[in-house]
């Protein structure tokens, strides 16, 4: 999962790599076999509960889970799904580097038709069905719906007196911000001064860099800024991404991160946050399920957004899908695979994403006020209605990642600059647009 609850490789199970995809393991039913992602306690038990009730309403259809972490099923998939040996279903990271090249190989079926008669064109919420659509044809049903944002320790902030910076996002009452750019400085500077990490930042995957520099160009230099790039003449070498990479850097120099944040695991930083160690932690959505889940006192614990760097720009943040479920061109059971799609967007499976899973499904118009969901993730729901812009490793091609992700430990260490960074992801765009290998939606 993409930008997911942080991928542990702690449950897999066996490879089922020797089994025909949607081979019959009893006579008189239909076999579909599904390889995810959800490994977490929580998101395992409710795919288990989907797939028991789908049985049971289709007593002739058995789905068969294989669940896996996320560096195997990249692995194992493509060379899978060519063989002709791989899942019915799979759900899979969306975007040219993950899902790009399965579809350039004619191993992905194409749902656009699906989309129309099965009424998911109205029912599912539009840019998240953006994100697997490619030269105007739709290939997943996306799920998971996730963007940056910045959690904070609250008693930390009352320790340093910067509690009652946070207020109200005006247009959104259930979101909370900061008045501007520079309340969230006055408050990183307040928390070193008390002896506190500022930002719990571990970019040993710098995976995590990129997140950061995401939703920094986001408030620099907005979406329709970076439509720009992605569809039109603009340039990752523009000073408005230059500023981004400022930002980031920034932030470093000023002592905001941990001493050698290069060194420290994404996993280390949320436990520095999580043991008051730190007064903030710039990561994304899907962190509030471990929040809820693990911290034993979770409700001292809450997250904002921090405000665009012009008036000009909306509230925002980076965003992107966790996944997407995607059925496989050489599935001889496809309307079944497709059924069971549709039982899982149903508004009913909806309502439990949320409630048991902590996962915000991409459907539309969800009465949340009758769930029984924490503060935060009303949070979460409430924001999904902004005007996101890109967390943008999942929608660039692997070339230009490489590139990113270099720069984001290289300006922490000082062997490189911004300007040298952005030329850098300029070249490897040129390169993967020369190629064919940009995500081209429009």
């Known amino acids: 999962m993409y930008g997911s609850i942080v991928k542990r490789a702690l449950f897999a199970s066996t490879m089922l790599l020797g089994l025909a995809s949607g081979s019959a393991l009893a006579q008189d039913k239909t076999v579909i076999t599904m390889w995810d992602q959800f490994f977490s306690a929580a998101p395992n038990k409710l795919m288990d509960e989907f797939v028991a009730e789908f ?25 899978a799904l060519a063989s002709g040996q791989g899942p019915d279903i799979f759900y899979y990271d969306a975007g040219p580097a993950f899902l790009g090249p399965l579809v350039q190989a004619g191993l992905v079926a194409d749902l656009t038709q699906e989309y129309a008669a099965r009424g998911w064109d109205k029912a599912l919420v539009t840019w998240p069905v953006e994100r697997v659509t490619y030269n105007g044809k739709i290939w997943g049903v996306p799920n998971e719906i996730e963007y940056t ?15 009652d910076k946070l207020v ?23 928390a070193k001064d008390g002896g506190v990490i500022p930002i719990a930042f571990g970019n040993r995957d710098p995976g995590r860099g990129g997140h950061l520099f995401s939703y920094f160009l986001t408030l620099t230099a907005g979406k329709d800024f970076v439509d720009t790039i992605l569809f039109g003449d603009g340039r990752w070498d523009d000073p408005k991404v230059i500023a981004a990479w400022d930002l980031y850097k920034s932030f470093n120099d000023a002592g905001f991160y941990p001493p050698s944040p290069n060194a420290i695991s994404y996993d280390e930083g949320n436990a520095l946050f999580f043991n008051g160690g730190a007064a903030s ?32 720009l909306p509230l ?19 309307k079944e695979a497709l059924d069971f799609l549709g039982f899982l967007m149903s508004k009913e499976a909806g309502k439990r994403w949320l409630e ?27 924001g999904a209605s902004l005007p996101l812009s890109y967390n943008l490793d999942v929608v660039m091609p692997a070339e230009w990642n490489q590139a990113m992700t270099a720069g984001t430990q290289s300006l922490l260490d000082g062997s490189s600059t911004s300007a040298a960074v952005s030329a850098a992801m300029q070249t490897a765009w040129e390169k993967a647009k020369a190629e064919g290998k940009i995500w081209k939606a429009r």
Do not use: C
Request: proline share 6%.
């Open 55 to 79: 049985e049971a309403a289709h007593p002739d259809v058995q789905i068969k889970r294989n669940v896996l972490d996320t560096d195997s099923i990249r692995a194992t998939l493509p060379s």
């Open 149 to 163: 944002n910045v959690y904070v320790d609250l008693a930390v902030l009352d320790k340093i007196g910067m509690k």
């Open 168 to 190: 109200p996002a005006e247009g959104h009452p259930d979101l909370l911000t900061l008045a501007s750019l520079d309340d969230f400085t006055a408050m990183m500077k307040a």
């Open 281 to 312: 932690n710039i990561t994304g959505t899907w962190l509030v399920g471990d929040i809820v889940d693990q911290v034993p006192e979770a409700s001292n614990f809450d997250f904002f957004l921090l405000p665009s760097a012009s008036k000009d």
């Open 316 to 334: 925002s943040a980076a965003a992107g899908i966790g996944s997407t479920f995607a059925v496989s061109d050489k599935s001889a059971h496809k």
């Open 356 to 382: 048991q899973a902590n996962i915000v499904p991409p459907i539309q118009d969800l009465d949340t006020d009758s769930m029984k969901l924490s503060p935060m993730l009303k949070r979460v729901v409430a």
